[in-house]
């Protein structure tokens, strides 16, 4: 975020380096280019996803569900309505704890989501039945909770009753179903995501806006807007709540009007189990019969020469939103060991990797500025205790340590950054350290103490500032690297773990080298982005800091 | 120079003292009980013998407080209950741990050394790390040379190009690359896995090694050979070397006396930082290879929770690091004064 920023921004020392950075063409390129991984890996759950991005349907399924169950609930309420405390104690099970009033308010509950799931799919005039059950389970409910339990067991029975007499009345041969709008892919995001993806939209439209409108006001309007969504995100809505659509459109539980799914119709869990390691689907040697053999190349069935076994090939199934089964755009970069479409697992992937490069080299950053700055600024013993401390850690191989570290601690994503944070800082606190011990005696640093400012002041108000821009540099190839040192450990089976992607873990999928688009693919992502991280931080250097020509953890 | 060395030395020792300590802390980081966790190999389903437990627990110290644990590693005295007589031990095992040269043994196979099998696996990676270092040396900085005095020729764009692309390879992307384009799918003209068995002949060998080598070099290769351009260039600009043309000196003596002298001397440093990495990409490149060097050592360590193993190879890796430093550094002070009287 913070390359996107800097194209058009114009305060601080950077302003000197705009000059240099517009007119080198590399940096744009890369720039663009690492906005798009970027957008790819923020928008990812709406590129590839086996929930549908629109969907307008009749929720048949649901409909049936609801009146099928709508008098047994009822029954259970009515039931319970008529019992008091003493009774209800007496006829529980000896493992159950549970109240009278917790019982009633769970079938309470019940009834009510059913009443609703079946309006939601009526016209008004046709849920009119509907609405008065709803009363009078209100009113029922009512009397129990004022302890009238004679009225409520009889207002009870009615209830039981009328929902009888509602099983037949709303058949859905006599009704006529409404269908209703929902957007699945989008209810599914976090609230968190839903405020980046839009906060991330102002920053790709900072190039065009930048001019008119300035680019402070720009990113601090996107952040607003990112915010406002990310708290509004999943309130309310009319969400449909089903392990998996494509399944419920596949048995018509769900009855289609208009559906429209992501551009890659593939979860990045889904699972095909019989497409298994099919290459991507516009070569000729991932053809297949109908019955699910290939029909070209080495891949195709053949009997073992000893026992003459033939292995067994199932029919593809080609679920709903699905391209058909020979396609090209079936599985556009092949499947993974369990049928995973790759495509949608590389572009999943991306956070990951994305993920842990920022946010590892925000630690990073953090803690490195704090120990070269405090060695730096005060010297003495405190820079003679840190700096041992920094061979030390200097004095292990990077990779070597946050591998042991890491595979220790237990593998997971958070633990990556974690330890990389905490093992990866030493480059720039080398950075900070030199920057801080130079600054510390000009004149600007010794006015400020003559003023009596204490040094939290004038280590991070005065001196930072000014040292800043080596570290930035330090700090793009630092993401670089960070990158580089995930995908190493994911490939070694110690970074995350299966079914979440990451670059690195695709690749180790299958070690065989006839699945060569496991390898190929997943890594090509890996490196173009950190040959983008890397330009981009070459360009900055340049412009920033022209003498320094080192840069970035070893 | 005598001052500088006996300064840098002592600074060495704590240094020393800190990766063993680093290292030792590491292992803290395991939840759960790490005899428990050692013994049943990191599988939750096989049921662990008391007795082997609290045998194991009393041999390495694991019920005493941490300081104690630590002194145990680092020796030279053992300090369990055969320990040495003077910390209250029987005696029958007076000295011990990392000081006087014993890591223990392997947990899941007790009858091998640690510091045996360590020996075994370090005469295939210190070879491989030698075999790629050399290459980096002896042909990019050459490179980086020609680039820089050939600066914006066609030559120079080609280079800094490929170079850009060597130093963003992941490691284990262009093994697998090595293997695709090389190996029997591709041109077929090396074997893609482990060592050539006893009594290969010499040239067997060599192909074997060839891959390998590449992968680990070639990172290092781009780095050094990117460090030697920048660093060429920016003396190729100085005063002095002005001064050299300007008298009228041939171009050949120009760069290759004056400037080559100052310019060669950041290779000292790089040293520092190159040889981690050789270290630290043994790990993948040994694993993609199947070799069995230090690498895959500690990966196996890792893999099967043997503590000692991963202890181990990690000081190892810490102290073999840190000894480059500590030679790059001594190296750059004998070349250069600046240096030594800072």
Redesign the interface.
């Known amino acids: 975020m913070l390359e996107g920023r800097l194209e058009s921004d114009g305060f601080g020392p950077l302003a000197r380096a705009q000059e240099h950075l517009a007119r080198r063409r590399g940096f744009r390129y890369a720039l663009l280019g690492l906005a798009l991984m970027v957008s790819l890996a923020l928008y990812a759950p709406l590129l590839a996803s086996d929930r549908p991005l629109y969907l307008e349907a009749v929720r048949r399924g649901e409909y049936e569900r609801a009146r099928r169950t709508l008098m047994p609930v009822a029954k259970n309420l009515a039931s319970l309505l008529a019992k008091d405390e003493a009774a209800f104690l007496a006829a529980r099970a000896a493992s159950s704890s549970q109240t009278l009033a917790a019982a009633r308010a769970g079938e309470h509950q019940a009834l009510s989501t059913r009443i609703a799931s079946l309006r939601a799919s009526l016209s008004p005039t046709e849920g009119e039945p509907l609405a008065a059950l709803e009363q009078e389970l209100a009113a029922a409910v009512a009397l129990a909770e004022r302890g009238e339990v004679a009225a409520a067991a009889q207002a009870g029975d009615a209830l039981a009753q009328r929902a009888q007499e509602l099983r037949e009345v709303l058949d859905p041969a006599r009704v006529t179903l409404l269908p209703r709008r929902a957007f699945p892919a989008f209810a599914a995001l976090a609230p968190l995501e839903s405020g980046l993806m839009v906060a991330w939209l102002g920053v790709l439209l900072l190039p065009f806006l930048a001019r008119r409108l300035g680019a402070r006001r720009v990113l601090l309007a996107s952040a607003l807007l990112g915010a406002l969504c990310a708290l509004a995100a999943n309130r309310g809505g009319d969400a449909f709540h089903t392990a998996s659509y494509k399944t419920e459109l596949d048995k018509l539980e769900l009855e289609p009007v208009r559906v429209c799914f992501a551009p890659i119709p593939y979860g990045y869990a889904e699972q095909h189990p019989e497409e298994a390691l099919r290459p991507p689907t516009w070569l000729a040697a991932s053809e297949l019969g109908p019955d699910g053999a290939y029909l070209r190349g080495g891949r195709a069935p053949r009997a073992d020469p000893v026992t003459g076994f033939v292995p067994e090939t199932r029919a593809i199934e080609v679920r709903a939103g699905e391209p058909a089964f020979n396609s090209p755009l079936r599985h556009v970069l092949g499947t993974d060991l369990t049928g995973r479409d790759l495509l949608a697992r590389a572009l999943h992937g991306a956070r990951v990797s994305l993920a842990v490069g920022g946010l590892a080299t925000a630690l990073l950053l953090f803690i490195g500025t704090l120990v070269g700055a405090l060695a730096g600024y005060f010297g003495g013993l405190l820079d003679l205790a840190l700096s ?2 920094l ?11 946050v ?3 890491v ?4 593998p997971s994503m958070w633990n990556v950054v974690l330890v990389l944070g905490c093992v990866g800082w030493t480059g720039v606190a080398r950075l900070a350290r030199a920057e801080f011990q130079r600054q510390r005696e000009l004149d600007y640093v010794a006015a400020a103490r003559t003023l009596g400012f204490a040094w939290p002041r004038i280590v991070f108000r005065h001196v930072l500032p000014n040292a800043l821009a080596p570290l930035l540099v330090a700090g793009t190839f630092a993401v ?1 690297s960070a990158i ?1 040192v995930e ?2 450990l994911s ?2 089976g ?1 970074g995350v773990r299966v079914p979440i992607a990451s670059w ?1 873990g695709l ?2 999928e299958s070690r065989e ?2 699945h ?1 688009w496991l ?2 693919f997943p ?1 090509l992502f ?2 173009v982005t ?2 983008c991280v ?2 981009v931080g ?1 360009a900055l250097r340049d412009a920033l800091d022209p003498r320094s ?2 840069g970035g953890l ?1 | 120079m005598l001052p500088y060395v006996l300064r840098r030395l002592a ?1 060495f020792v ?2 020393l003292l ?2 063993t ?2 290292s030792f802390a ?2 803290q ?3 759960g009980d790490p005899a428990e966790v050692a013994l049943s190999g990191g599988s939750t389903e096989t049921a662990v013998d008391a007795e082997a437990l609290a045998r194991f627990r009393a041999a390495y110290l694991l019920d005493q407080p941490l300081w104690k644990q630590y002194l145990h590693y680092l020796g030279p005295f053992d300090l369990s209950a055969e320990g040495h007589p003077w910390f209250g031990g029987s005696g029958a095992h007076s000295f011990g741990g990392l000081l006087s040269g014993d890591l223990k043994h392997e947990i899941h196979r007790p009858h091998v050394r640690v510091i045996d099998e360590l020996g075994r696996r370090l005469a295939v990676t210190v070879p491989l790390a030698l075999a790629a270092l050399l290459l980096g040396y002896l042909v990019a900085v050459p490179l980086g040379i020609f680039a820089a005095v050939r600066a914006g020729t066609a030559f120079d764009r080609v280079s800094v190009v490929i170079l ?2 060597c ?7 262009a093994g ?2 090595l ?2 384009a090389f ?3 591709g041109l077929g003209w090396f074997p ?1 896995i482990g060592l050539a068995g006893e009594g290969a002949s010499f040239a067997e060998r060599l192909t074997h090694a060839v891959l390998p080598v590449v992968c680990l070099s070639y990172g290092s290769f781009a780095y050094l050979s990117r ?1 030697m351009r ?2 060429m260039i ?1 003396t190729l600009s100085s005063d002095y070397v002005r001064t050299a043309r300007a008298k009228g000196l041939p171009e050949r003596l120009v760069v290759g006396k004056h400037a080559l002298r100052n310019a060669l001397l950041p290779l000292t440093t790089l040293f520092a ?1 190159a040889f ?2 050789l ?3 043994a ?2 490149v040994e ?1 993609i290879f199947d070799l069995p060097g230090m ?1 895959r050592y ?2 196996e360590g ?1 893999q099967q929770r043997d503590y000692f193993v ?1 202890l181990a190879t ?1 000081t190892l ?3 073999m ?2 000894l480059g ?1 500590l030679i790059s550094d001594l190296l750059s002070a004998v070349l250069d004064p600046r240096i030594r009287h800072a």
Not at chain 1, 393 to 400: A, D, G, Q, R, T
Not at chain 2, 167 to 173: A, Q, S, V
């Open positions: 041992r401390a061979e030390v850690v200097v004095s292990f191989p990077l990779f070597f340590l591998l042991v570290a595979a220790l601690v237990g670089a580089l995908a190493g490939f070694l110690y690195g690749s180790s080298l006839a060569w390898q190929l890594g890996l490196f950190v040959l890397q330009l070459d020509a080192r070893a | 600074l704590p240094t800190g990766i300590f680093l590491l292992l980081l395991v939840p850009l692309v130093y963003c390879l992941p490691t284990f992307w697998l690359l293997q695709l190996g029997a799918t893609v460090q920048a660093g920016e930082s981690p990495a270290i630290g990409g790990v993948i694993t690498g500690a990966y890792l991963v990690t890796g810490g102290v690091t840190c430093i």
